[in-house]
Every structure is written in C-alpha cells, then in structure tokens.
C-alpha cells in the first residue's frame, strides 16, 4: 500500500516537479499547454508533459567549467552536438525563446578560428573539448526560426558573424568544382550506418568524398536561404546578393544531377561512376526543406511520403524506403529518427500540402507518445511499424558499438525526439 501511494504522488506531482526544475535552471515560463482541441485523448497530454519534462532535464546549466547552456540528447551523451542541437533548440523556441539561443552561442564559443564548428563539445572532467570534423549544417536555419519565434534582432547580430564564417568554411573544404556538396566521411553526416555510406556494420564505408550529397546539399540551400534573410535583415546587402547568387546556382545544381525523374527523387551522385547512388531513404526529402524542388517534382515526393509501401508506415519516414531492398530496422537503415522525420512533414508543408503534414506529423508525435505508453520512455530512434522496441537493432554485427552502446536505442532520449512535441505545437490545431 505504501508502495502504491508513493506511486500515486509520484504520478500526480511529476508536472510540478518538473516546472520547479526548469525554473531552478533558469527557465522563464511554464512548457506550452497541449493545444485544446486536441486534448481529447489523455494519454497524449501525459506523453507531450513527460517528454518536455525529460528535456529539461537533459538541459545543463552553466558552472564554473562549463560556461552556457548546453543540450544534451540524453544522460549517456554527455556532449553537445552541432545537429543534435540545432533540433533541440527548435522545440526549446516554442518554450523558451532565450534558452534556444544560449544553446546557439554555446557552440559558437568553440568555434575554430578557420571557421570550423565541430561535430561535438564533449564534457571531459572539468574541461569542454571540441571534437571530430563536423555535422550537419542546420545552425543558420535553426537560428533564422528561433529569430522568427523570438524577433530579436540583436540575437542575430550576434551569431551571423560566426554562422556565416561557418558557411565560408564549408564552401572551402567540403564543396565540388559543380557546386554540390559532400561529406567527409560517413558519421560527419549523422547517419552513421545508413546503406548509401557503409554495410550494416560499419565493417565496410565508402569514401563520401566521390560523392555529392543530396542531404548536405540541400542544408548547405538551407544555410544559404537563412543567412540571406539574416543579411536583410541587419542591412548586410552584399552578403544578401552573394548568398541569393549561392542559393540559385545550387538549386540548379541539385535539381540538374541529383534529381532522378525516373524515381521521382533526389539521390547522391557517385562522380566514379557518373551516376546515381540509387538507395532510397529518408535524406532524399531533405531538399523540399530547402525549397530545392518546383512543384511537379514536389508533388511527387509528397506521393511518396503518402505511399504505405515507403514512408507511411505506421510511423512515418522511416530512414529507408520500407520498399528498400536494404530496409532493416538497425539504426539508419529502417528505423525512424524524429529529426528526419520532422524534416520530412516541414517540407511537404513548406510546398502548400497543409493536410498531409498535418496527418504525417500526427503519425509522428503519436508514435512517440504511443511508445512511451507501452514502454515507459523515450528513444533514439522509433520502429516504423510498432509501438514498441523490441525489433529494434544498434549496428548489429558491430561487437565494439555493442559493447560501447548496446544492442537497443538509447533511451531517455529528449533530444530531437522532443520534436514530437513541436509538431504538436505546429500541426495539432490541424488534427
């Protein structure tokens, strides 16, 4: 009975405790209230509650080693990642517009003199230690939405300078003579063991740098699209011309190489054999996040977002085409990961298919919160087919990632997977 009171108490005060948290950490404001028309279904409030509750926990506060705040995915990543929190921040804007931009200058503060910013700030001891070549570039786009939330301008005053060092930086070591883009090697793109890159394993990569990227590609789009509105809008009109020019001749890039009408997608191209790396997964969407297609060439991949057999399984955008001959549910090879799958409903919206973002991004948040009802937390990454994790693989095959991490997704994860909640906040009035 004691047992079952604690149980009750815990239960009831779990939001406030919470709150008091997030105020002791400096937070301004309560987290924003589930949308009322879709407050109907109970078990979602407490999901969407739970999960902001677990990203404030995962929020670090300054100390005397650590200056800044600082994101990090889950207790077992103690580090802040340059993509991870670049999506972090993106849920955090909705709550509280001022934490998302600390969470912008703390990877700023080790930005390299060449312009670099790494893949990681790892917390070793007492002391931050940038770390590895890079990841995806999605800070200038993140830093653009966090200023549409918040409108201060002095915030983008303040991180254009290091963003578009950043942005010079990429364009020197990791773009092709055409103007595509490539990564270094396969976990500088975030998705470690995806088919286009290595095997299963990792026991086998290919060298990135033969290719052009469609997913770097478009966020490089994306960079240059989000710097050029940030150039407007503190008077910077050269640099407005010269990344409008950028943006125009990548799009026509991307849409004359990487563009397979026959598929009806993006994919990368291999320059070894001049011709398309013909895997489908979830990264051929990232370019309508930038605004790289017309509108035909959209509306075919909003058909194949809709399409049951690829990406509107159960939960939506799984990494790989569930059609996919290499479709497996390990890591990038099946699974769902929210960020991508955030980035697929914020494309097929920004082309006008209000309803189906709609729909897909009810898909998405509901299969985070159906999971967590079924088993108990967040994770890394989500089966496309079911609530649960049991099908679910790390890398297997890979005896030292298995040892290192284990077997299963990372759990008390409230890293990007918080996007469940930002799609609610963004769709739910739609559902």
């Given at each position: 009975?004691?047992?079952?009171?604690?149980?009750l108490?815990?239960?009831?005060?779990?939001?406030?405790?919470?709150?008091?948290?997030?105020?002791?950490?400096?937070?301004?404001?309560?987290?924003?209230?589930?949308?009322?028309?879709?407050?109907?279904?109970?078990?979602?409030?407490?999901?969407?509650d739970?999960?902001?509750?677990?990203?404030?926990?995962?929020?670090?506060?300054?100390?005397?080693?650590?200056r800044?705040y600082?994101?990090?995915?889950?207790?077992?990543?103690?580090?802040?990642?340059?993509?991870?929190?670049?999506?972090i921040?993106?849920v955090?804007?909705?709550?509280?517009?001022?934490?998302?931009?600390?969470?912008?200058?703390?990877?700023l503060?080790?930005?390299k003199?060449?312009?670099?910013?790494?893949?990681?700030?790892?917390?070793?001891?007492?002391?931050?230690?940038?770390y590895?070549?890079?990841?995806?570039?999605?800070?200038?786009?993140?830093?653009?939405?966090?200023?549409?939330?918040?409108?201060?301008?002095?915030f983008?005053?303040?991180v254009?300078?290091?963003?578009?060092r950043?942005?010079?930086?990429?364009?020197?070591?990791?773009?092709?003579?055409?103007?595509?883009?490539?990564?270094?090697?396969?976990?500088?793109?975030?998705?470690?063991?995806?088919?286009?890159?290595?095997?299963?394993?990792?026991?086998?990569m290919?060298?990135?740098?033969?290719?052009?990227?469609?997913?770097?590609?478009?966020?490089?789009?994306?960079?240059?699209?989000?710097?050029?509105?940030?150039?407007?809008?503190?008077?910077?009109?050269?640099?407005?011309?010269?990344?409008?020019a950028?943006?125009?001749?990548?799009?026509?890039?991307?849409?004359?190489?990487?563009?397979?009408?026959?598929?009806?997608?993006?994919?990368?191209?291999?320059?070894?054999?001049?011709?398309?790396?013909?895997?489908?997964?979830?990264?051929n969407?990232?370019?309508?996040?930038?605004?790289i297609?017309?509108?035909?060439?959209?509306?075919?991949?909003?058909?194949?977002?809709?399409?049951?057999?690829?990406y509107?399984?159960?939960?939506?955008?799984?990494?790989?085409?569930?059609?996919?001959?290499?479709?497996?549910?390990?890591?990038?090879?099946?699974?769902?990961?929210?960020?991508?799958?955030?980035?697929?409903?914020?494309?097929?919206?920004?082309?006008?298919?209000?309803?189906?973002?709609?729909?897909?991004?009810?898909?998405?948040?509901?299969?985070?919160?159906?999971?967590?009802?079924?088993?108990?937390?967040?994770?890394?990454?989500?089966?496309?087919?079911?609530?649960?994790?049991?099908?679910?693989?790390?890398?297997?095959?890979?005896?030292?990632?298995?040892?290192?991490?284990?077997?299963?997704?990372?759990?008390?994860?409230?890293g990007?997977?918080?996007?469940?909640?930002?799609?609610?906040?963004?769709?739910?009035?739609?559902?």
């Open positions: 009975m004691k047992i079952l009171h604690f149980t108490f815990f239960f009831l005060t779990t939001h406030a405790f919470a709150s008091d948290l997030c105020f002791n950490k400096g937070v301004s404001r309560p987290y924003p209230e589930y949308p009322a028309q879709v407050a109907r279904d109970a078990g979602w409030v407490e999901a969407y739970a999960l902001f509750a677990k990203l404030c926990r995962n929020l670090k506060t300054p100390n005397r080693f650590f800044g600082r994101a990090h995915p889950s207790p077992r990543y103690i580090a802040a990642y340059l993509w991870d929190t670049a999506f921040a993106q955090w804007m909705y709550w509280d517009p001022k934490i998302a931009q600390e969470l912008m200058y703390y990877l503060r080790f930005q003199k060449s312009g670099i910013i790494h893949h990681a700030v790892l917390e070793i001891l007492v002391k931050p230690y940038p590895s070549d890079s990841q995806p570039p999605i800070l200038a786009w993140t830093s653009w939405r966090i200023f549409e939330k918040s409108g201060d301008v002095e983008l005053r303040k254009y300078p290091g963003l578009k950043y942005h010079e930086w990429l364009k020197l070591n990791r773009r092709h003579p055409d103007g595509l883009y490539f990564w270094k090697k396969p976990y500088e793109s975030g998705i470690d063991n995806s088919p286009r890159f290595t095997n299963r394993s990792e026991s086998w290919d060298d990135t740098t033969k290719l052009a990227s469609a997913d770097i590609s478009a966020y490089m789009a994306g960079s240059m699209e989000a710097l050029e509105k940030m150039a407007r809008v503190l008077g910077y009109e050269n640099d407005a011309h010269e990344l409008s950028e943006y125009a001749h990548l799009k026509f890039m991307m849409n004359t190489k990487l563009w397979n009408e026959a598929e009806g997608t993006y994919f990368d191209w291999d320059y070894r054999k001049n011709a398309h790396v013909k895997v489908d997964t979830v990264s969407f990232s370019p309508m996040a930038a605004g297609p017309d509108s035909y060439q959209a509306k075919r991949l909003v058909q194949k977002a809709m399409d049951p057999k690829k509107n399984t159960k939960i939506p955008f799984p990494s790989v085409s569930r059609d996919e001959k290499t479709f497996v549910k390990d890591m990038w090879r099946g699974p769902v990961w929210i960020n991508m799958a955030y980035l697929g409903v914020y494309g097929v919206n920004r082309y006008g298919y209000r309803s189906e973002a709609a729909y897909l991004g009810k898909k998405v948040a509901g299969g985070v919160f159906e999971t967590w009802k079924n088993v108990g937390n967040f994770y890394e990454f989500y089966d496309p087919e079911r609530y649960d994790i049991k099908e679910l693989h790390r890398k297997k095959g890979n005896l030292w990632k298995r040892i290192e991490m284990g077997s299963k997704p990372v759990k008390n994860f409230a990007w997977t918080a996007l469940a909640n930002t799609l609610v906040l963004e769709y739910g009035e739609d559902w």
